[in-house]
């Protein structure tokens, strides 16, 4: 049985002023899913991810589009979009909660870490202080903290990177929301850490049954996390589609140079390519694909006349004026060099 579709973003549109910085975005999360949202640096995957919650920063505002928040039985979606200040703080936390990629940004440094996951528990469902506190225990002991109870009356600045990202973990689960987006919740860890809190994120999100939106620059970090990925360029989607059809069969460039340039490659035996050029400034897209100055593949009448449109075919989609060309010389080249 399908499972329910929690959160629709359809056509999501967002500007700092006349500057367009993301264009007609629109995805689908269902309970128990995990989407990654990847990009390089630019792409405009951590604006978008912050304006599903109003988190923007000022002067920069969502110029068009729709992002409903479904309960299942409801027959009226919540609207993030047009929902006030009011109905925002309410869901942030319950209903959909947010790790950052520093947790010292998410903690107050003056209030205990214990505190600080109980104060969510109290504005959110009500319960009295006593009960918050014991709960925010358990919860730092869920996510791994070790000696739960002596830990939770430390301040943040006691706790090491890893810690701390355990501890913004717990309180955005506190509520055990529908909906938790991860906007590069592994960046500023070392290698060992990465793997343990993105373990910890898969293991919470299969207990809790809640959807997860996971925002990275690092292909690295999809494969075990996520069952679909949605490739952005230049504030577009340019691919999606499920984590090992896209990882098998690229209908991109931009993906495939992505893939080409994971450090895992090095692992593999294999030297990564780096992706030469850089992504378009905002508000200077070149009149067809933004990718094409950066790609081999790059014809002028095909891709730098027009806008190239969003394909979508099954369960895939892709952005790219050669796709099909590409994908069937790549068919017909492999038993080729499979060839001794």
Known sequence: MTAEQVLEVDGLSIAAGPVPLVHDVSFRLRAGEALALVGESGSGKSMTALALLGLLPRGVAVTAGSVRLLEPGDPSPLDLVTAGSRTLADVRGRRVAMVFQDPMASLNPSITVGEQIAEVLRRHLGMGRAPAARQAVDLLGAVGIKEPGRRAGDHPHTFSGGMRQRAVIAMALAC?????????????????????????????????????????????????????????????????????????????????????????????????????????????????????????????????????????????????????????????????????
């Open 176 to 340: 055990e929301p529908a909906v938790l987006i991860a906007d590069e919740p592994t960046t500023a860890l070392d290698v060992t850490i990465q793997a343990q809190i993105l373990d910890l994120l898969v293991r919470m999100q299969d207990e809790l049954g809640m959807a997860m939106l996971l925002v990275t620059h690092d292909l690295g970090v999809v494969a075990g996390t996520c069952h679909r990925l949605a490739v952005m360029y230049a504030g577009r989607l340019v691919e999606a589609g499920a984590v090992g059809e896209v990882f098998d069969d690229p209908a991109h460039p931009y993906t495939s140079a992505l893939l080409a340039a994971a450090p895992e490659n090095a692992m593999r035996g294999r030297k990564p390519q780096a992706i030469l050029g850089t992504v378009p400034a905002p508000g200077e897209p070149p009149p067809g694909c933004a990718f094409s100055s950066r790609c081999a593949h790059a014809l002028p009448d095909a891709c730098d006349t027009a806008p190239i449109e969003l394909v979508r075919s099954g369960s895939r989609s892709v952005r790219c004026a050669r796709s099909a060309e590409l994908r069937e010389l790549q068919e017909l080249r492999e038993p080729a060099e499979a060839t001794p």
